[in-house]
């Protein structure tokens, strides 16, 4: 019997690569005037002058991370007080001290998470609005608040 090889003049109709057309003169593929980019950098990042739509990516500067923390701490004033609202209140409804007490300090530590991941998101949201950053506080804000209402109940 015969090999049913085919041969390297056989007419196979496999892969060819498509016909390579060049150009008559090197300038015909290029466009006759060069537009205002062509000298700058290729620009990696969305935004800037490329992309006038899209948010410009920044780093956060001192000033803004100087007015969040102002912000967070005004907040976390502003929840102590709160706290002990709650703490009265819930001694009020019988719950015993030490409890209302405990559930007083889960419900400020969950608006400090809760509030922290706000502050984040609002100083720079492309750097810091990520579930690895976002996430966790979110998490323990929401967990923390679920464990204070609980344990006020008691």
Do not use: C
């Not at 001192?62 to 102002?70: F, K, N, S, V």
Request: hydrophobic share 50%; charged share 10%; glycine share 8%.
């Amino acid at each position: 019997m015969q090999d049913q090889k085919t041969s390297p003049t056989s007419t196979d109709p496999g892969f060819k690569l498509p016909a390579q057309t060049t150009p008559t003169t090197p300038q015909d593929g290029m466009p006759k005037t060069a537009p205002d980019t062509a000298s700058q950098p290729v620009e990696i990042a969305p935004g800037g002058a490329t992309n006038t739509s899209a948010a410009p990516l920044r780093d956060t500067s001192a000033r803004d991370l100087a007015i969040g923390g102002a912000v967070f701490v005004v907040l976390l004033a502003i929840y102590f007080f709160v706290r002990n609202a709650y703490v009265h209140h819930l001694v009020v409804r019988r719950v015993a001290p030490s409890s209302a007490g405990s559930a007083g300090w889960l419900m400020f530590v969950g608006l400090a998470f809760l509030s922290f991941a706000a502050v984040l998101a609002i100083i720079n949201a492309a750097k810091y609005l990520t579930l690895a950053i976002t996430g966790p506080l979110v998490v323990i804000g929401v967990l923390a608040l679920i464990a204070a209402l609980l344990i006020g109940r008691r």
